[in-house]
C-alpha cells in the first residue's frame, strides 16, 4: 500500500468515524472503499486542459500587480508570510533561519 496524506473537514472526519464504529473497520478501509466506489461510478470525467484556466490566472494576476504596488524598498521575510502557520508547528520542526529568508521586492 502506499502512504498519502490528506486533508478533510471536520464534517468529513465525524462521518468517518461514525461509520468505521458502526461497520467495525478502520477509518481507512473506509476511505479506501469511498474512493473505490468513487472510481468505479465514474462520477468524474478528466477533460484535456486547454490552458485558459491558466491564462485567466495569469491575467487576473496581472491585473491584481498593476492596482497594487508595495512601497519601495519594502521587504519581507517567510515569518512574515508565515509567522501564524509557524508559530503553530513544533519548534524543532522548523528549520534554522538562513539569512536569505528576507527578500527585496522591486
Excluded at 461510478?41 to 492596482?67: H, V
Excluded at 521587504?75 to 509557524?86: A, Q
Aim: glycine share 4%; hydrophobic share 30%.
Amino acid at each position: 500500500m502506499i502512504e498519502k496524506i490528506v486533508q478533510i473537514s471536520e464534517i468529513q472526519e465525524e462521518k468517518i468515524k461514525s461509520l468505521a464504529e458502526s461497520f467495525g473497520i478502520s477509518e481507512d478501509e473506509i476511505i479506501r472503499r469511498a474512493l473505490d466506489e468513487f472510481i468505479r461510478s465514474n462520477m468524474f470525467r478528466l477533460e484535456p486542459s486547454d490552458g485558459k484556466g491558466l491564462e485567466q490566472f495569469l491575467a487576473i494576476a496581472q491585473e491584481i500587480s498593476k492596482k497594487h504596488r508595495f512601497p519601495e524598498g519594502y521587504r519581507f521575510s517567510r515569518d512574515e508570510l508565515y509567522g501564524e502557520y509557524n508559530a503553530s508547528l513544533p519548534q524543532e520542526s522548523l528549520p534554522e533561519k538562513q539569512p536569505q529568508d528576507t527578500h527585496k521586492i522591486d
